[in-house]
């Protein structure tokens, strides 16, 4: 007997250590005889495991994750957003009837339902439920600027600071803090039309400023012709500027220049625009366009974001005085 016991003990250790170290969903989905579950990324960062069969209706999922994460899941032919951890999940309902309520498990997901019947901001949530880990995650959403990552890191409770998310925010801070106003410039890989290389440290002495754009971006073109008229402007004040593409292919970067016709500085960005490289890292930029401004003393004079970016001839102006 003894040894039975430790026979179903070991086949059932697998399923145990699985749902510890990783995540389950088991669906039992009526009205279903075949198809496919699968879970997908978004913003395709996340490695996922590939798609299972559903055999009348039931299947498992498993897979783990690193953090969790706001994903997509279809069984069949619904999608659903649902919020995975590594934890155990369970579906049983019909097809019609298939939701988000209808997945049952995991913290992150109970609460993003309640979010949902709540009604509320999601910065209004945070506020009234601090410790709350889907508030860690809310708080995600809001540090596009160092003044607005300061305030929801602030409002979270000490525990949830110290969560993914909440370390995430905090390294957010940081990197702003050594990206803002007063900060070494970083010498970027830049590369010239004519592929010579260009260097920010031999510009030292002058103000420089750096459009950061790409070929592909709407937004990027539609402010060339501002762009224009601060070039001319400010060109014969000492105002040195320069169009920094983040484009990985070369040829339409060139391109683009030839659509465009600026008459300044061009230059290309080693790195491309690619998360956790490139100009993203060295400047903690997440968006185009975005422009930086180095004054004569090689270090960050400004840093202006899409909703900044209309600062820059002041910014110039007081660099002037």
């Known amino acids: 007997m003894r040894s039975i016991f430790k026979i179903i003990v070991c086949l059932l250790l697998p399923l145990y250590s699985l749902a510890e170290e990783g995540f389950v969903i088991k669906g039992k989905v009526s009205g279903i005889i075949s198809g496919y579950v699968s879970v997908t990324d978004p913003a395709g960062k996340i490695q996922l495991p590939p798609k299972v069969r559903i055999v009348n209706g039931e299947f498992t999922y498993s897979g783990q994750l690193d953090h969790s994460a706001l994903l997509d899941l279809k069984i069949s032919t619904k999608n659903i957003r649902v919020f995975l951890e590594n934890t155990t999940y369970t579906i049983d309902c019909s097809l019609d009837s298939l939701n988000a309520n209808a997945i049952k498990g995991g913290t992150l997901n109970n609460q993003m339902n309640a979010f949902n019947e709540s009604h509320l901001p999601p910065l209004d949530y945070i506020k009234a439920n601090p410790a709350q880990e889907l508030s860690a995650w809310f708080a995600m959403k809001y540090t596009s600027t160092l003044e607005k990552a300061t305030e929801v890191y602030q409002l979270l409770s000490p525990d949830n600071r110290n969560t993914w998310e909440g370390k995430a925010i905090l390294e957010k801070i940081n990197a702003f803090k050594n990206t803002g106003a007063g900060a070494a410039m970083p010498d970027l890989q830049l590369t010239a039309p004519d592929n010579k290389p260009i260097s920010l440290q031999a510009m030292t002495g002058k103000i420089v400023v ?12 539609a402010y060339i012709p501002t762009m224009r008229e601060h070039y001319n402007k400010f060109k014969d004040k000492g105002v040195v500027f320069m169009a920094v593409s983040v484009d990985d292919n070369k040829e339409k970067w060139k391109e683009a220049m030839a659509e465009t016709n600026m008459e300044w500085l061009q230059a290309l960005a080693a790195g491309g625009f690619k998360a956790g490289g490139g100009v993203q890292e060295a400047l903690n930029i997440s968006s185009i366009p975005h422009v930086v401004i180095v004054g004569k003393d090689g270090r960050i004079a400004a840093w202006l974001d899409f909703y900044k970016k209309d ?7 007081r660099l002037l005085q």
Do not use: M, N, T
């Open 210 to 221: 750096l459009d950061f754009w790409a070929s592909w971006c709407a937004p990027c073109r």
């Open 311 to 317: 600062q820059l001839e002041k910014e110039l102006i």
